[in-house]
């Protein structure tokens, strides 16, 4: 499976453009850029069709483009699918973030959950499911922290998983020598 990495990054990019969305207008792609989009997110990069494109226009020239593309397989009997972050800027597309998206059962319902890098498929879905059932942090009420999307990183310290959810930033950590694995280490609210 090939992969290419700079998700995580793009996303913590544009995140603040995206969450500006008042200054963002939805839109349809014309049939032309639809399949250009389509062959830089998914054809080219996985060899697979595109099940949806979100554009979105800003201010200026510039669009973005988020593209879910058809599922490539199936983990813990749901579909997975490439999530890839596209941008057109001077009339040209370059495609830069990318996750594969698998979704985590929990008790009232599954949480879209998007693992960047090497984390394997079943680490993500322990670290999410673990933190579900996980009760409270500091008196804060752990699942619901975890508004979908959310995203897995694992930075250069192995033992550290980044989780960041709509307004959350979880970080977990898998030595766990006298608890349960995985273990909440920090909780930040962002933007606060």
Same mark, same amino acid.
């Given at each position: 499976?090939?992969?290419?990495?700079?998700?995580?990054?793009?996303?913590?990019?544009?995140?603040?453009?995206?969450?500006?969305?008042?200054?963002?207008?939805?839109?349809?792609?014309?049939?032309?850029?639809?399949?250009?989009?389509?062959?830089?997110?998914?054809?080219?990069?996985?060899?697979?069709?595109?099940?949806?494109?979100?554009?979105?226009?800003?201010?200026?020239?510039?669009?973005?483009?988020?593209?879910?593309?058809?599922?490539?397989?199936?983990?813990?009997?749901?579909?997975?699918?490439?999530?890839?972050?596209?941008?057109?800027?001077?009339?040209?597309?370059?495609?830069?973030?990318? $996750?594969?998206?698998?979704?985590?059962?929990?008790?009232?319902?599954?949480?879209?959950? %998007? #693992?960047?890098?090497?984390?394997? &498929? =079943?680490?993500?879905?322990?670290?999410?499911?673990?933190?579900?059932?996980?009760?409270?942090?500091?008196?804060?009420?752990?699942?619901?922290?975890?508004?979908?999307?959310?995203?897995?990183?694992?930075?250069?310290?192995?033992?550290?998983?980044?989780?960041?959810?709509?307004? $959350?930033?979880?970080?977990?950590?898998?030595?766990?020598?006298?608890?349960?694995?995985? %273990? #909440?280490?920090?909780?930040?609210? &962002? =933007?606060?």
């Amino acid at each position: 499976m090939k992969r290419r990495h700079a998700g995580f990054a793009a996303w913590l990019v544009l995140s603040p453009v995206l969450a500006a969305g008042a200054d963002a207008t939805s839109f349809q792609l014309p049939a032309a850029e639809s399949a250009t989009v389509e062959k830089l997110a998914c054809r080219s990069r996985h060899d697979v069709g595109v099940e949806t494109i979100d554009a979105r226009a800003y201010r200026g020239d510039h669009v973005s483009a988020e593209v879910r593309c058809s599922s490539h397989g199936v983990f813990m009997g749901s579909p997975m699918h490439y999530i890839v972050q596209c941008a057109r800027s001077l009339g040209q597309w370059d495609c830069h973030g990318e $996750w594969n998206e698998i979704l985590v059962k929990v008790d009232e319902g599954e949480i879209p959950v %998007r #693992v960047e890098g090497q984390i394997p &498929l =079943g680490v993500s879905y322990q670290t999410i499911h673990g933190i579900a059932s996980s009760g409270n942090f500091q008196g804060y009420p752990l699942r619901e922290a975890l508004a979908p999307p959310c995203y897995l990183n694992r930075g250069s310290a192995q033992e550290f998983v980044d989780v960041k959810c709509d307004g $959350w930033h979880i970080v977990v950590s898998m030595w766990c020598p006298q608890s349960d694995c995985p %273990r #909440v280490f920090s909780m930040t609210k &962002l =933007g606060t």
